[in-house]
Nanobody, 114 residues
Framework: QVQLVESGGGLVQPGGSLRLSCAGA????????MGWYRQAPGKQREWVAG???????NYADSVKGRFTISRDNAKNTVYLQMNSLTPEDTAVYYC????????WGQGTQVTVSS
């Protein structure tokens, strides 16, 4: 059974940093592209960052220069390092693996507030 589990969310002040992790079970991340998405209250789910199986990365304009996506295939884990956080980054963050089907994690809450 495929399971993706996000962790690392929480409450942080504006300007702070968080590192999110997404660990997989029942699927090997190595062969697949991975992505991070987020959904803020009252908004549609938004793509944030992606990383290919070969390690190429892409970012939404809203997070470019502040967020970094990376992967550790030996640990079957993908990360999202988030720096210079603002209240606009407040959302539930989800990871996704694009295999034959798309698999999603349960999400982790990130709240940026003073």
């Amino acid at each position: 059974q495929v399971q993706l589990v996000e962790s690392g969310g929480g409450l942080v002040q504006p300007g702070g940093s968080l590192r999110l992790s997404c660990a997989g079970a029942g699927i090997i991340f190595r062969s697949y592209a991975m992505g991070w998405y987020r959904q803020a209250p009252g908004k549609q789910r938004e793509w944030v960052a992606g990383i290919s199986s070969g390690g190429n990365t892409n970012y939404a304009d809203s997070v470019k220069g502040r967020f970094t996506i990376s992967r550790d295939n030996a640990k079957n884990t993908v990360y999202l390092q988030m720096n210079s956080l603002t209240p606009e980054d407040t959302a539930v963050y989800y990871c996704k693996v694009r295999a034959k089907y798309d698999y999603w994690g349960q999400g982790t809450q990130v709240t940026v507030s003073s």
